[in-house]
T-cell receptor, first 114, second 113 residues
Framework: GNSVTQMEGPVTLSEEAFLTINCTYT??????LFWYVQYPGEGLQLLLK?????DKGSNKGFEATYRKETTSFHLEKGSVQVSDSAVYFC?????????????FGKGTMLLVSP | EPEVTQTPSHQVTQMGQEVILRCVPI?????FYWYRQILGQKVEFLVS????????KSEIFDDQFSVERPDGSNFTLKIRSTKLEDSAMYFC???????????FGPGTRLLVL
């Protein structure tokens, strides 16, 4: 079945540091890939997505590239801010599924200090 | 900006009791979902709902669970007889169509004692 594996957290960085959160997946065919973010006390928000191989999703300075050959969708940001502190979830939906059930990773907490 | 809301934010209940978790999806959305996250584990899909019926459900969604859209705005998840292992954060989500972005609520933290 489908699965998503994320790096363990928390990831602790200083402001303006470079961020990478690793995400790899197991799925048949060509799933769509997502990063969701959860700020304290709030729901999951879509951060970015990519629907086919080699696509790059980007939003708010975050980027992730759909790598079919390595089955990865690593999240990167060149310079993090304190306001980026949150839990980040990598997720996928099945290819050609009738309904868009999301399969999530465990989430990675990011803590950014000033 | 429209958002998904959930009530209550926290609920504590005794094992064997029934609980109802409530969600108000975004008003023009047609697809509704429930997910849960047991502490320290993955967010897991429970059920999807469209056109007043369940469209898909996971193995977790057994006979103890039910969903309903009792009126034009609410979407509820009922657990008939709670177990300790039902303790989790429950997220509601909605989407405009089946391949559009799912928008999540803030979650209800359920604790079963």
């Amino acid at each position: 079945g489908n699965s998503v594996t994320q790096m363990e957290g928390p990831v602790t960085l200083s402001e303006e540091a470079f961020l990478t959160i690793n995400c790899t997946y197991t799925a048949t065919g060509y799933p769509s890939l997502f990063w969701y973010v959860q700020y304290p006390g709030e729901g999951l928000q879509l951060l970015l997505k990519a629907t086919k191989a080699d696509d790059k999703g980007s939003n708010k300075g975050f980027e992730a590239t759909y790598r079919k050959e390595t089955t990865s969708f690593h999240l990167e940001k060149g310079s993090v801010q304190v306001s980026d502190s949150a839990v980040y979830f990598c997720a996928l939906t099945r290819e050609n599924s009738g309904y868009s059930t999301l399969t999530f990773g465990k989430g990675t907490m990011l803590l950014v200090s000033p | 900006e429209p958002e998904v809301t959930q009530t209550p934010s926290h609920q504590v209940t005794q094992m064997g009791q029934e609980v109802i978790l409530r969600c108000v999806p975004i008003s023009n959305h047609l697809y509704f979902y429930w997910y849960r996250q047991i502490l320290g584990q993955k967010v897991e899909f429970l059920v999807s709902f469209y056109n007043n019926e369940i469209s898909e459900k996971s193995e977790i969604f057994d006979d103890q669970f039910s969903v309903e859209r009792p009126d034009g705005s609410n979407f509820t998840l009922k657990i008939r007889s709670t177990k300790l292992e039902d303790s989790a954060m429950y997220f509601c989500a909605s989407s405009e169509s089946f391949q559009e972005t799912q928008y999540f609520g803030p979650g209800t933290r359920l604790l079963v004692l």
